[in-house]
């Protein structure tokens, strides 16, 4: 139960810029407002809404305002009505690449997306091309001293599996399923729960050099900065020293 590569090593860019505050909170919202519709205002009675506050509140949303959306989604309001959609390709360097998307218009989305796939140098592939390369996981990471005292937490919980990172730090893995009543199993016993999210867990990686990182960086930020797409996945390593390099 040891491992090499930093949660942050995955999804690299986790702080985000003041630039993108504005548009990162618009796709919480928007997350938000989904998940009430679907299933209902009760955070206790609804994981994926529970799921969305604790995102909102991560990235320090303020209450009133992920009150305000859940009650948009709730109510069922004109407007408010979006489809998910997954698209599927391969980045530079044949690096795998899983976009989740929600969209009022799924032609303007696919051209988006289509489009930004081409200016990067990669491709937009068809459904099931590199889906089954990711497999869909809770992960719970943990800044602690007593390994023994978190994984003896963990998996009574439920937990699937734990690796100790290179920082010390403890990544905890779960199914879907189980990743709430972890989370708060962890939180309930004063663990340190430094991050935590549902994330798209590659079987394979591929391991980028100095320019094959940049590319594909550039790749996911144009994704990412596109309205309708919420999550990007790759299978990409970002070796910490090619990440000291680019800054």
């Known amino acids: 139960m040891a491992g090499h590569s930093k949660w942050s090593n995955i999804r ?19 997350e938000l407002v989904v998940a009430a519709k679907e299933g ?25 305002t992920i009150d305000k959306a859940i009650q948009r989604g709730a109510g069922g309001g004109e407007g408010e009505s979006f489809e998910e959609l997954v698209y599927e390709g391969y980045g530079p360097g044949g690096v795998a690449v899983l976009i989740e998307a929600m969209t009022d218009n799924r032609n303007r ?4 997306v289509r ?14 091309s590199v889906a089954y390369l990711f497999e869909k996981k809770g992960r719970v990471f943990i800044s602690a001293d007593d390994e023994d005292l978190v994984m003896e937490l963990a998996l009574n919980a439920g937990a699937e599996d734990l ?13 879907p399923s ?3 009543s972890v989370k708060d199993h962890l939180v309930s016993h004063d663990t340190n729960v430094i991050q ?8 394979t990686t ?7 990182a940049e590319k594909v960086m550039r790749l996911i930020d144009a994704l990412e900065d596109l309205d309708d797409v919420q999550s990007v996945y790759t299978n990409a390593d970002f070796p910490a020293e090619v990440m000291d390099k680019l800054g």
């Open 115 to 128: 489009l930004a796939f081409s200016k990067a140098g990669g491709n937009l592939g068809t459904d099931g």
């Open 12 to 30: 690299h860019r986790k702080a985000a810029q003041d630039a993108k505050r504005v548009k990162t909170f618009l796709k919480i919202i928007r």
């Open 206 to 212: 591929v391991v980028l050099d100095e320019e094959g």
């Open 109 to 112: 989305t696919a051209a988006d």
């Open 40 to 64: 209902g205002a009760s955070v206790e009675g609804n994981p994926r809404l529970r799921t969305a506050v604790d995102k909102a509140l991560g990235s320090n949303m303020r209450r009133d």
């Open 196 to 203: 935590s999210e549902l994330d798209m867990i590659p079987a």
């Open 178 to 180: 189980d990743y709430l």
């Open 163 to 175: 690796v100790v990172q290179e920082d010390g730090s403890i990544e905890v893995l779960t199914a």
